[in-house]
């Protein structure tokens, strides 16, 4: 009975996703609050506010990423700090006409902005903020870069936020138990950015997979985003999960299948079409043009096409 109520849940939200998209083209979705989203109960007990696919501007106030949370029946487990402290008290306002059961734990899924800049609420609520240690680097040496670009467009949206980085760390895995839910925080590998986490729930078979999985928007390739590890870290680790239900980084709850196909399968696509472009003595302003109009229909496709073929082909270079 259980798995059936679980699977209709995941249905109704899939509907949902179709009519209500988290698009670049939509400013906000939930007028009444901070959050571009009202959120949505994925599974029972496992809640996310679905964030603009677009990048953050004023209008979404930021909000361009997944924040979601988990009742466990004896406290709530946030998964994301948000970008900014206005940001995560919107997020609080909405678990707290949820559930009674308070916020015990926040976990940063890697060491981005709109991952610890909420973290100044949650941290003046005494709330402990988990991240991996590579995240909290991150976000150590780059919050300043951070606070200045929230500050320039959010304007008063961004009032009351500081850098404030997580109380607890890691490194490879932290197991938490909360009622009636087993939590593995996981660092599978290289992925994404720096400090990338996952939060398993493996009787749920249910990943919070953070940057590691897209399907809704092109993901971004950064100068220190390894590509190569990615795929490796996908085709390991995290495949193995065998996980039924996704909540992806950025876009709707979704499936294993969809978000090979946009992450998994891009890589290799690109990294494909790199390795032949630099085999035929292809140059690097040539590899800005490389072929992707399969992947045009994805949201942000046109700020980060190019940028992607222009930083493997860096990468793949000297492979």
């Given at each position: 009975?259980?798995?059936f109520i679980?699977?209709?849940?995941?249905?109704?939200?899939?509907?949902?996703?179709?009519?209500a998209?988290?698009?670049?083209?939509i400013?906000?979705?939930?007028?009444?609050?901070?959050?571009?989203?009202?959120?949505?109960?994925?599974?029972?007990?496992?809640?996310?506010?679905?964030?603009?696919?677009?990048?953050?501007?004023?209008?979404?106030?930021?909000?361009?990423?997944?924040?979601?949370?988990?009742?466990?029946?004896?406290?709530?487990?946030?998964i994301?700090?948000?970008?900014?402290?206005?940001?995560?008290?919107?997020?609080?306002?909405?678990?707290?006409?949820?559930?009674?059961?308070p916020?015990?734990?926040?976990?940063?899924?890697?060491?981005?902005?709109?991952?610890?800049?909420?973290?100044?609420?949650?941290?003046?609520?005494?709330?402990?903020?988990?991240?991996?240690i590579?995240?909290?680097?991150?976000?150590?040496?780059?919050?300043?870069?951070?606070?200045?670009?929230?500050?320039?467009?959010?304007?008063?949206?961004?009032e009351?936020?500081?850098?404030?980085?997580?109380?607890?760390?890691?490194?490879?895995?932290?197991?938490i138990?909360?009622?009636?839910?087993?939590?593995?925080?996981?660092?599978?590998?290289?992925?994404?950015?720096?400090?990338?986490?996952?939060?398993?729930l493996?009787?749920?078979?249910?990943?919070?997979?953070g940057?590691?999985?897209?399907h809704?928007?092109?993901?971004?390739i950064?100068?220190?985003?390894?590509?190569?590890a990615?795929?490796e870290?996908?085709?390991?680790?995290?495949?193995?999960?065998?996980?039924?239900y996704?909540?992806?980084?950025?876009?709707?709850?979704?499936?294993?299948?969809?978000v090979?196909?946009?992450?998994?399968?891009?890589?290799?696509?690109?990294?494909?079409?790199?390795?032949?472009h630099?085999?035929?003595?292809g140059?690097?302003?040539?590899?800005y043009?490389?072929?992707?109009?399969?992947?045009?229909?994805?949201?942000?496709?046109?700020?980060?096409?190019?940028?992607?073929?222009?930083?493997?082909?860096?990468?793949?270079?000297?492979?």
């Open positions: 009975m259980r798995i679980m699977l209709i849940a995941f249905v109704t939200v899939a509907l949902s996703s179709q009519t998209c988290a698009s670049e083209d400013a906000d979705q939930y007028p009444a609050s901070m959050l571009y989203s009202k959120p949505v109960e994925v599974i029972p007990h496992v809640w996310s506010a679905i964030g603009a696919t677009a990048p953050p501007t004023y209008d979404n106030c930021g909000h361009n990423n997944n924040l979601s949370f988990i009742a466990t029946g004896d406290g709530v487990v946030v994301n700090g948000g970008g900014a402290y206005l940001l995560a008290k919107a997020l609080h306002d909405e678990i707290k006409a949820i559930t009674d059961q916020v015990k734990l926040v976990i940063n899924e890697n060491g981005q902005g709109h991952a610890m800049l909420g973290n100044s609420y949650w941290a003046s609520l005494g709330v402990p903020i988990l991240a991996h590579d995240a909290a680097h991150e976000f150590n040496d780059r919050a300043g870069q951070s606070l200045d670009a929230g500050k320039r467009t959010l304007k008063e949206r961004f009351g936020t500081t850098a404030v980085g997580p109380t607890e760390t890691f490194e490879n895995k932290r197991v138990e909360m009622g009636d839910f087993k939590i593995e925080v996981l660092n599978l590998g290289p992925a994404h950015s720096a400090g990338d986490i996952q939060v398993w493996p009787a749920q078979s249910l990943v919070i997979a940057d590691m999985a897209f809704e928007r092109m993901l971004p950064f100068d220190d985003t390894n590509s190569k990615w795929v870290t996908w085709k390991g680790p995290f495949e193995a999960l065998e996980a039924t996704v909540i992806p980084g950025h876009g709707h709850p979704t499936n294993m299948a969809q090979r196909r946009y992450t998994l399968d891009y890589l290799e696509y690109l990294r494909g079409k790199i390795r032949e630099i085999d035929g003595g140059s690097l302003e040539e590899a043009y490389i072929d992707q109009t399969a992947y045009a229909h994805l949201d942000t496709f046109e700020q980060l096409a190019t940028r992607n073929a222009g930083r493997v082909y860096v990468q793949m270079e000297w492979e």
